[in-house]
């Protein structure tokens, strides 16, 4: 049985990976709140209401953000 995923509530007007060949994945609507799981993925919850998951594999994630969240 898998363990339910705890999503910590953030407050991010922008999120963007960016990768190792130059290509970014940008969350346009920003990030209201996202889990980690123990692999690395992201599963995040946008703003716009869209879910997104992104695997490992990226080499930076740039924000905006008020304070540290997590």
Same mark, same amino acid.
């Given at each position: 049985?898998?363990?339910?995923?705890?999503?910590?509530?953030?407050?991010?007007? &922008? #999120?963007?990976? !960016?990768?190792?060949?130059?290509?970014?994945?940008? +969350?346009?609507?920003?990030?209201?709140?996202?889990?980690? &799981?123990?692999?690395? &993925? !992201? #599963? +995040?919850?946008?703003?716009?209401? #869209? #879910?997104? +998951?992104?695997?490992?594999?990226? +080499?930076?994630?740039?924000?905006?953000?008020?304070?540290? &969240?997590?």
């Amino acid at each position: 049985m898998s363990k339910k995923l705890e999503f910590m509530e953030v407050d991010e007007p &922008t #999120r963007t990976y !960016h990768y190792a060949d130059g290509s970014t994945l940008e +969350i346009p609507s920003g990030v209201k709140s996202m889990a980690v &799981t123990s692999s690395g &993925t !992201h #599963r +995040i919850n946008a703003n716009d209401g #869209r #879910r997104w +998951i992104v695997v490992p594999g990226w +080499i930076a994630v740039e924000f905006t953000a008020d304070d540290w &969240t997590f």
